[in-house]
């Protein structure tokens, strides 16, 4: 496929549970992100990489949250002891350029994640 | 944190008619983006105005942006039921350097 994909696409956690969510970007993007969107809300950013770089990781909650991309392409972001209030849907999104100011990113579907 | 407010939160037309919506934001931008979300295709990009730009078309899209203001508009001219879906601007700052999306206006087309 040629969009991004994310997986799984939903996820039930009990309290304290560590998770790793998933995300394919579209071939050659150097550009990823991370987005945290809460039901009814925007989506919120979270972290950045230019291909294997977190270059911004300012919007994470918590040391709870850690976001990897070793090679370039595929990215994890993991949440460590997970909380009640982590429940949301995560959004992956990628970008062609390395001057991404100017450039449409591309969603993928999110995961919904869902913490008891 | 959001960057700003989206106006009106929710908005139901009929077919065929136009929908406006509106978003302020607070700080200084390099360009505002308009995104749609809705269930079936996820968050999609619909279109990018640049700081130095007025007023941008695509399609049946418009959007405005005034800089002074610190505002812009989505004008969807004769809607369809298909463009039933949650609509978010999303702003560059020129200092984050990061999309901050506002929190939305949900969108209502019946046919």
């Known amino acids: 496929g040629a969009g991004v994909s994310q997986s799984p696409r939903y996820k039930v956690a009990k309290r304290g549970q560590d998770v790793a969510l998933r995300c394919d970007p579209i071939?050659?993007?150097?550009?990823l992100f991370w987005y945290q969107q809460a039901l009814g809300q925007g989506p919120e950013f979270l972290t950045y990489f230019q291909n294997e770089a977190q270059l911004d990781k300012s919007g994470l909650p918590s040391d709870r949250f850690f976001a990897e991309r070793p090679e370039g392409s595929v990215s994890t972001l993991k949440i460590q002891r997970t909380q009640q209030e982590d429940s949301a849907v995560y959004l992956c999104?990628?970008?062609?350029?390395?001057?991404?100011?100017?450039?449409?990113?591309?969603f993928g579907p999110g995961t919904r994640l869902t913490v008891l | 944190s959001q960057q700003g407010e989206e106006d009106p939160q929710a908005l139901s037309i009929q077919e065929g008619e136009n929908a406006t919506m509106n978003c302020s934001y607070k700080?200084?931008?390099?360009?505002l983006q308009w995104y749609r979300q809705n269930s079936g295709r996820g968050l999609v990009h619909l279109i990018l105005i640049r700081s130095n730009e007025r007023e941008k078309h695509s399609g049946r899209l418009r959007v405005t942006l005034d800089t002074s203001k610190k505002s812009s508009s989505l004008l969807i001219t004769a809607s369809r039921a298909a463009d039933t879906a949650s609509y978010f601007c999303?702003?560059?700052?020129?200092?984050?350097?990061?999309?901050?999306f506002g929190q939305g206006t949900e969108l209502s087309v019946k046919p």
């Open positions: 999303a702003t560059w700052d020129n200092q984050g350097g990061k999309l901050i």
């Open positions: 071939s050659g993007h150097v550009s």
């Open positions: 700080t200084s931008i390099n360009n």
């Open positions: 999104a990628s970008s062609s350029h390395r001057d991404y100011l100017y450039n449409e990113q591309f």
